[in-house]
């Protein structure tokens, strides 16, 4: 079985009601009001966000189709995509669980809905390739989970069938298309959690 690990959420933090009200508190003075505030700019990663994430806009694109849309200021959305990398940063408990993996002699990989700018700093920040064996942005490959193309793209990539790969992942729309698309899914809740569920799976021992 071949582990593929989300990015954000899951190995990666990523709180975006907290990104929000700390960059914008002007929008978000009480819960409802910063609860719209991220309906509108993320729009559930189906919109303009979506289109980040898949490749299709580039920062400079997001932030005019996004002012265009909402009226916000593109100084606003220029801060808020500045802030975005102090967010991104690393679960210690979950590398911990990747590198146990790899201990164990399995290959972990990635599948992330990512968008360029923040592909290029992850790369250049943390070591990718010696926590994993290989790992597919969206980005790269214009498309984004949920869509089964991209599914089919990776387990292509990973040179696995889609019954080998098993998706960890925090989105349950994307543990609900992989398996639709006849993968093994987990949905991500915590690394504690996480460590349950791959040694159900017999993937850890308990000794590690």
Known sequence: ?????????????WRPARLVAKVWPQRA??????????????QSYQGDW??????????????EAVCIRTGWAAEE?????????EELVPQPETVALVQELRGAGHRPVFLSNM??????WLEANYPLGQWFADGV???????????????????QRFGRPAHECLLIDDHPVNVEAARHCGWEAELFTSAEALRTQLLARGLLTQSG
Do not use: W
């Not at 003075?29 to 993320?42: D, H, I, K, S, Y």
């Not at 979506?50 to 932030?63: E, N, R, S, V």
């Not at 968008?115 to 290029?120: A, D, E, G, L, R």
């Open 115 to 120: 968008p360029t700018p923040f592909v290029s």
């Open 1 to 13: 079985m071949l582990p593929v690990f989300d990015f954000g959420g899951v190995v990666f933090r």
């Open 29 to 42: 003075r009480t819960g409802a009001e910063l609860e719209a505030t991220v309906q509108a700019l993320f």
């Open 137 to 155: 942005f969206s980005s790269r490959e214009r498309l984004c989970k949920p869509d089964v193309a991209l599914f089919a793209r990776a387990a």
């Open 50 to 63: 979506g289109h980040f994430d898949q490749g299709l806009l580039d920062a400079a694109g997001l932030i």
């Open 77 to 85: 959305m220029e801060a808020l995509l500045a802030a975005v990398p």
